[in-house]
């Protein structure tokens, strides 16, 4: 081995010149990496820049022979055929879609593929017990008969270690594992990392929020275009978000949000005593005699806490998409209307970005000029048969318009990073040319520069006269850009401030708390 090492911070891993091409694309340029043991190490760029797939050689996804370069793990190098061979040499991935059965109770899934057996029978009895034990190391106190699809996200993500852990990891690689978590989820997993650090178990972890980088890893790669620009000592070089952002976008941003000057007009949709239930618990009210309004022109921000039925409001006025409707009107430019189906709310004018764009928003098996097209297809047809030569067209003017990276509209969304995948979303709803665009979780998973432009894109819209809801987990975005902030907590709006009143000290108060705002 040529790199340097020293006894008390010796390299556990070194990937030597990595290039890993796809058909038209070169993802990854003579990539290296070197990653001493113990450390947490961080892997920061944009969107498409080639983190993920770097990890994904490294763990065998991508396969010995289909990259050129080389991996040291441990002073040998290495040749993973597969998943289960980097597996075996105790480094194991957690991907940001988790790899977890919904129907398997937790204990199926940490043992799923490697069963203790006894007499050639799964031995429940040792099962149960180790991973009650796995389980006390991440945290957690559910009984392992419970089945994951009864237990919150930040929890599964505990799951995903505690399985990482029954196969003696000694490099973790977690992909984007805070994306879909709230603050409080995200500060135990955090801890957790540090304390997997302390037990001596290396890790490197893939994110784009900054502020935890920042408050946990001993190191920083940054890659940018499928090249390694450059690795920062957080301590030693007194490493900060704006230091990262300069290396990742090859620029300083001067400003997170684009300048913007409202020009906001009247009133013209607005929600009054809307009440919803649950949809598998009748007695149980998702939203509460809700009431609130937007002007043309206007970014309208929805806060609150995970769970705090947020994503249910917006749902549930698109189309009845969520839930029992109860009571409730609508109105569009002071006239009633029903919005009893998806169908009726794109007629009436609204546009709806979920917040899981993989399972809801996009058919990963489409391409981006099907996707582009598929909730306006009346807009390119004729004769209900659909103009193949429009649909290349609109599909492409948007591709160039947003900046979405693809060769090509023909290439697959699901071979799109998460900001590309983002920006087709955006295009299928911009095409149906809403009125009103809610937007649920617009940049979860994605990084700071194609915030930057998202941002921009929601700007636009606004300047346009349309009206846009932005539900949001992170009180900056929403502070940085809403005109108007609506604060929801239990079902219940409990307040609404303005720009200029809000913080994120006031929205926290109305955000857990029953008393509604004067």
Known sequence: MTSQTTHTDPVILEM????????????????????????????????????????????????????????????????????????????????????????????????LGNEPTKRGMINWAEARLRSTELLARVGLSENPDTPIKEIGVGKQQLVEIAKALNKSVKILILDEPTAALNESDSQHLLDLMLGLKGKGITSIIISHKLNEIEQIADSITIIRDGKAIETLDVKADGVDEDRIIKGMVGRALESRFPDHTPKIGAVFFEVKNWNVAHPQIQDRMVCKNSNFFVRRGEIVGFAGLMGAGRTELARSIFGRSYGHFVSGQVYVDGKEVALKSVHQAIDAGLGYVTEDRKSLGLNLLDDIKTTTVSANLEKISKRSVVDTNKEFEVAEQYRK??????????????????????????????????????????????????????????????????????????????????????????????????????????????????RKAA
């Not at 010995?64 to 597969?82: A, K, L, T």
């Not at 087709?424 to 940049?443: G, H």
């Open 16 to 111: 030597r010149s990595i290039t890993k091409e796809f058909p038209g694309v070169k993802a990854l340029s003579e990539v290296s990496l070197r990653v001493k043991a113990g450390e947490i190490h961080a892997i920061c760029g944009e969107n498409g820049a080639g983190k993920s797939t770097l990890m994904k050689v490294l763990s065998g996804v991508y396969p010995y022979g289909s990259y050129d370069g080389d991996i040291m793990y441990q002073n040998e190098v290495q040749q993973f055929r597969d998943i289960r061979a980097s597996e075996a040499a105790g480094i194991v991935i957690i991907h940001q879609e988790l790899a977890l059965i919904p129907e398997l109770s937790i204990m199926e899934n940490i043992f």
């Open 401 to 514: 318009s947003l900046r979405t990276k693809a060769p090509s509209v023909q290439e697959g969304v699901a071979k799109l990073s998460g900001g590309n995948q983002q920006k087709v979303v955006l295009a299928k709803w911009m095409f149906t040319d809403p009125e009103l665009l809610i937007l649920d979780e617009p940049t979860r998973g994605i990084d700071v520069g194609a915030k930057y432009e998202i941002y921009g894109i929601i700007q636009q819209l606004a300047n346009q006269g349309k009206g846009v809801i932005v539900i949001s987990s992170e009180l900056p975005e929403l502070l940085g850009l809403s005109d108007r902030i609506y604060t929801i907590f239990e079902g219940a709006i409990t307040g609404v401030l303005d720009k200029e009143e809000a913080s994120q000290e006031s929205l926290m108060k109305l955000m857990t708390s029953a």
